[in-house]
T-cell receptor, first 113, second 114 residues
Framework: GNSVTQMEGPVTLSEEAFLTINCTYT??????LFWYVQYPGEGLQLLLK?????DKGSNKGFEATYRKETTSFHLEKGSVQVSDSAVYFC????????????FGTGTQLKVEL | DTEVTQTPKHLVMGMTNKKSLKCEQH?????MYWYKQKAKKPPELMFV???????INESVPSRFSPECPNSSLLNLHLHALQPEDSALYLC?????????????FGPGTRLTVT
């Protein structure tokens, strides 16, 4: 079946540090991949997406590259801010998946001054 | 407009009450979803509506009853809930024919069952 594995949190960084949150997946075919962010007390917001191998999704300084050879979609940001503190979910939608998303367990990011 | 709205924001109900959650979108999306999210967990899919017809029910107990009165509205009727049903209930929508399957989420209703 389909699955998404994310690194355990919480991840605590100082402001302006480099961020990597690892995400690997298991799926048949060519799934679409997503990163969603959930700020405290809010719903999920789509952060970025990639639909095929070697695609790079980017938004608000975050980026992730769809790597089929390593089945990975790691989230990176060069310089985090306190306002980036949130929970980040990696997700996939498999080909012909009927719009069902498979989520990872989420990684909490805390950015301190 | 890429907004999905949900009402109410918070709801407290007793185990014998009947209440409803409401969700609305005006993006012309033809697929709408209900998710349940417990603290520190990812969302769990409950129901999917496609063109106002129920297409997926993830074996949800009958005390949860979804309804899609038209293409913009989605309701979740609640009756005889249990304390373990306390959670954040999220609504989402997407273009049914969108190959990417991008879903837009609302802010959620935080439900407490007493």
């Amino acid at each position: 079946g389909n699955s998404v594995t994310q690194m355990e949190g919480p991840v605590t960084l100082s402001e302006e540090a480099f961020l990597t949150i690892n995400c690997t997946y298991t799926a048949t075919g060519y799934p679409s991949l997503f990163w969603y962010v959930q700020y405290p007390g809010e719903g999920l917001q789509l952060l970025l997406k990639a639909t095929k191998a070697d695609d790079k999704g980017s938004n608000k300084g975050f980026e992730a590259t769809y790597r089929k050879e390593t089945t990975s979609f790691h989230l990176e940001k060069g310089s985090v801010q306190v306002s980036d503190s949130a929970v980040y979910f990696c997700a996939l939608r498999r080909t012909g998946g009927g719009n069902k998303l498979t989520f990872g367990t989420g990684t909490q990011l805390k950015v301190e001054l | 407009d890429t907004e999905v709205t949900q009402t109410p924001k918070h709801l407290v109900m007793g185990m014998t009450n009947k209440k409803s959650l409401k969700c609305e979108q005006h993006m012309g999306h033809r697929a709408m979803y209900w998710y349940k999210q417990k603290a520190k967990k990812p969302p769990e899919l409950m129901f999917v509506y496609s063109y106002e017809k129920l297409s997926i029910n993830e074996s949800v107990p009958s005390r949860f009853s979804p309804e899609c009165p038209n293409s913009s509205l989605l309701n979740l009727h609640l009756h005889a809930l249990q304390p373990e049903d306390s959670a954040l209930y999220l609504c989402a929508s997407s273009q049914e024919r969108d190959r990417v399957g991008e879903q837009y989420f609302g802010p959620g209703t935080r439900l407490t069952v007493t």
